[in-house]
């Protein structure tokens, strides 16, 4: 009698909201259920992260299947596609590593790639990387835009504190009562004043924050932290 291959099958979606409503997990469970099929393999448990992200390996699921791993309870892992695995080479590799250790194929059915084969380690390996290395480029790219923009004296994201937009909405220019406030923030500050200290001089004076609220200290905090003030 033949014996059936037993595989575990992963699913991750990276929010709550996909978790919550189940289309794709349904869909990456049908995906994982037909290769199992195709290889002839039993999937004994279906592990699910739901509304987690792949940045790192710190998942319950994944603490889960690394445990069936290595108790040696699992000899191939199917999934629907690699990035709902890790988006990380280091983690990749150190996963791989690990599978291999106890015997462990990798089954991905997008990329169609079985690490039960030396060819399908080494072409996993480099699509990850070419992902990895156009993430990066995107976010090099998306840093000098902003950079240069920001040299340029035009918005980027939310405004500091002592700015406003310009007539323009493209650049960004002082604005004066916030500028007053962080010249009394500064001065107080240099000269040892607490934060509590400084909150009650500028609401003394009866000057508002952004919004129109009385100083608190944890305002004061914010501005220490982002604006060239004194700590």
Known sequence: MLS???AIGY??????KQADHGVSLEAQEAKIRAMAT?????????IIDGGESAKNLNRPGMERLLALVDQGKV???????????TRSVKDLAELLE???????????????LDTGSAAGRLVINIMTAVSQWEREAIGERTRDAMQHKRSNGQ?????????????????????????AALAQIRGLRE?????????????????????????????ILRIVRSASVPR
């Open 11 to 16: 699913v991750r979606v990276s929010t709550d």
């Open 191 to 219: 000269q040892g004043r607490s934060l509590r200290e400084i909150a009650a001089a500028l609401n003394g004076q009866a000057m508002r924050t952004r919004r129109g609220a009385r100083w608190r200290h944890d305002h």
């Open 98 to 112: 690990r599978f291999q250790k106890r015997g462990v194929s990798l089954v991905s059915v997008a990329e169609s």
């Open 38 to 46: 195709v290889q002839g393999a039993e999937v004994v448990e279906l």
């Open 155 to 179: 918005r980027v994201g939310n405004l500091a504190y002592g700015y406003r937009s310009s007539a323009d909405g493209k650049h960004v220019e002082a604005e004066p009562a916030e500028q």
């Open 75 to 85: 000899k191939t892992v199917i999934i629907a596609k690699l990035d709902r695995l």
């Open 4 to 6: 059936i291959m037993r």
